[in-house]
């Protein structure tokens, strides 16, 4: 009888169980399971080291849920003063959500490098890139829903919220990809709206030269440029760049109207109807506005 007191005595200490950590219910309870099972006579050590366990699991689920509802509690306070999960969202789903993404997903890519795939992969090429892109996007989506609907969401984004749900070594694995990711996005972005810029909206600005002859010098210098605006409109905070969203978002749907308007509309200079310049089965690269002339093709051949 001596021998199994000090075994349940053992088994307190290991567990933790103590006046000041838990209330008077808790301990009567686990009081009351540990005491059964240790007056069982067939009862052997590794039962006690299992039931230790358990009970130290049951211990860790309830301080998990004591620390997410003072987490609540403390971060989405309610007018009532209780769990605030009705606090409305800021933003909502079309401003916060969707405009957001069909940013993302309307860019120069979409507008530049899209006909230039088809010229030189053919249909079947590019529409097996695109299926395959879209399935990554589509399974990176999916995932992060699920994570976010199953987990806590606190400020800091994507990967504060990969990181802190899936451990530091995965999550910081995905992590560094998604930050490379975005990295090389906004290098294309940059670089094809300097493209645009220079080759068909204002190619007078180009500085080194012309951009057919010498567009590096010229990416580079601008590219610098936008790229340090940038880096100080993020340092003034997501609230400015949320401001200056719609701006952007505005860009993108008027571009979507040219491309739309365009198919109705005629080019200046003389022409009444859009025309390209074959010579055999290449296409001549000629500038805005000339002709495609007997002396355009004798140059090319």
Not at 27 to 46: A, F, G, M, P, W
Request: charged residues 15%; proline residues 3%.
């Amino acid at each position: 009888m001596n021998l199994k007191q000090v075994e349940k005595e053992k088994k307190i200490a290991e567990i933790g169980i103590s006046s000041n950590q838990q209330s008077n219910s808790e301990l009567s309870i686990q009081n009351q399971s540990i005491s059964l099972n240790i007056s069982d006579e067939n009862v052997t050590s590794d039962d006690i080291l299992d039931e230790s366990f358990a009970l130290r699991q049951l211990f860790n689920a309830d301080n998990e849920t004591r620390v997410a509802s003072q987490y609540f509690k403390r971060d989405f306070p309610s007018s009532e003063g209780g769990i605030g999960l009705n606090r409305k969202p800021k933003l909502g789903v079309i401003f916060g959500v969707y405009l957001p993404t069909i940013q993302h997903i309307f860019g120069v890519l979409m507008f530049i490098r899209m006909a230039w795939m088809v010229g030189h992969g053919g249909i079947y090429q590019t529409w097996l890139m695109v299926f395959l892109c879209c399935c990554a996007t589509f399974t990176t989506a999916i995932s992060i829903s699920a994570i976010a609907t199953n987990g806590i969401v606190r400020d800091g984004g994507p990967y504060f919220m990969i990181s802190r749900n899936m451990g530091s070594q995965v999550g910081g694995t995905i992590g560094m990809c998604f930050y490379l990711a975005n990295t090389f996005a906004i290098n294309l972005y940059v670089l094809g709206g300097i493209e645009i810029l220079l080759t068909h909206l204002a190619p007078s600005l180009a500085i080194f030269g012309d951009m057919h002859e010498n567009p590096e010098n010229n990416m580079r210098f601008y590219g610098s440029i936008i790229i340090i605006l940038m880096a100080v409109v993020v340092g003034f905070g997501v609230r400015f760049v949320q401001m200056l969203a719609p701006v952007s978002l505005i860009c993108v749907v008027v571009a979507i109207a040219s491309v739309f308007a365009g198919a109705f509309g005629t080019i200046s200079k003389g022409y009444s109807e859009p025309r390209i310049c074959l010579v055999g089965d290449r296409l001549l690269n000629i500038k805005v506005g000339e002709k495609c002339n007997l002396s355009q093709i004798e140059q090319v051949s």
